[in-house]
């Protein structure tokens, strides 16, 4: 199986490159389109700024790409943001393949949230074994609101989209590669789609 | 009986607002790539290799790792990316390095390897522009400034090289300050109550934790599960970090989160 992470500058791809390295598979970090297009599984990283992360993203070319991948793509943390419409964090259009805007969170919890927290009302396979209130560890600022594309939900002050699916895209607020056996799990029922 | 009343209310409450759930730290310092301090693990196969104790501390239900270099070796940036690489490699929970980071090349280098998040301390206090550039190249996310403090006639104030050298700056305006440069959380440490083991020091944690809005890690002075307890509830912590006494096997870390499950505190079983 060819797993490629994107690479584009934006995002701990060594330790999702190292939690499928975990689970007996090894995964290419490449921002080249033909190996991405090639690919049986994409994942898109990122973690940092919204905005910077999208100029990156734009510079590489890779945003015109993305949206057109027809094998199953999974987006995570800011990666699944920037798949959205738009993200509030420095006014950054998005690639518009969830049907969603990332919005910040309010004062009345502590931004970022960071830690773990829990995931439920799961409705994909990528939850395969997975337990309804499992733990996941998060770091984010910003949140998708509850929509019509969420395979999971998250509370943190109010609930939230933790989890989105759209046809081969998906995308989780979460750090699978983070989250311990669970995470890994998530990781591994991915590659198995 | 109202005293009793109140209290569940307040935990009740407190469960309610979220699901985030307190963390359990325990810290590694490491010298030379390898861990400083003993560690009493019959289990361990080396006992200096912190790749090791790190997975050990994962399966045993660790939340986060914070590994804290005191290397002053010329080969300690090396040395130092060479173990972030590992534990990046084995261990699937998420974890800071600190100790000696001074520059945004510094982090970079060390985020690249496989690190969650980066501690800043002297650096962060000589260079306070050092928390902007940081957090505007990496995200606040990853940045934790460590902030060492002890109380002189009756004011907590910022000290630098463990505690040894004392400074002018104010814990809670510095606090608020590093906050307001886009610090992503802040590791307090008091060296008034650190190496103690009589609890952490929760006026001044439950003061910092309603001053800003940014997550805040105890440390310095845990010895029994109740101090767990006591910093979550009255210094109103969102995790706490300790070293010894999961080194030493004083407290197992399942143990802790059951007792704090008991005391209806938010923790990930």
Known sequence: MKIVIINYGAGNIQSIKFAIQRLGYEAVLSHDEVAIRNADKVIFPGVGEASSAMEMLKASGLDKVIPTLKQPVLGICLGMQLMCNSCEEGDTQGLGIFDCDVIKFDNSEKVPQIGWNQIENLKSDLFKGINDKEYMYLVHSFYVPLNDEAIATTEYGIKYASALQKDNFYGVQFHPEKSSKAGAQILQNFLEL | ?269
């Open chain 2, 1 to 269: 009986m109202f005293l009793q009343n109140t209290f569940n209310f307040s935990t009740f409450n407190f469960q309610l607002r979220n699901m985030l759930t307190k963390r359990i730290i325990p810290c590694l310092d490491i010298k030379n790539g390898r861990t400083v301090k003993g560690v009493n693990f019959v289990d361990l196969r080396d006992a200096g290799d912190p790749v090791e104790l790190a997975e050990i501390y994962a399966n045993e239900g660790a939340d986060e790792l914070v590994f804290l270099d005191i290397t002053a070796t010329e080969q300690r940036r090396k040395t130092l990316v060479e173990l972030v690489m590992h534990v990046a490699e084995k261990v699937n929970i998420p974890f800071t390095v600190g100790g000696g980071i001074s520059s945004v090349e510094d982090v970079e280098i060390l985020l690249n390897s496989g690190a969650d998040k980066v501690s800043i301390n002297s650096s962060a206090v000589k260079n306070p522009q050092l928390i902007n550039e940081l957090a505007g190249k990496f995200g606040s996310q990853c940045i934790v400034v460590a902030i060492d403090a002890k109380q002189i006639e009756g004011e907590w104030m910022v000290h630098l090289v463990g505690g040894k050298v004392p400074t002018d700056i104010k814990l809670f305006d510095w606090a608020k300050e590093v906050e307001q440069r886009g610090a992503g959380e802040i590791l307090f440490t008091s060296m008034d109550h650190d190496g103690t083991k009589n609890g952490f020091a929760n006026e001044a944690l439950a003061y910092l934790s309603e001053l800003v809005n940014i997550p805040i890690i105890a440390s310095g002075g845990a010895g029994t599960m109740q101090h767990f307890t006591d910093t979550f509830i009255e210094g109103k912590a969102d995790a706490a970090l300790a070293a010894s006494v999961f080194h030493f096997k004083e407290i197992e870390i399942i143990d802790l989160k059951n007792e704090l499950k008991r005391n209806n505190i938010p923790v990930r079983l």
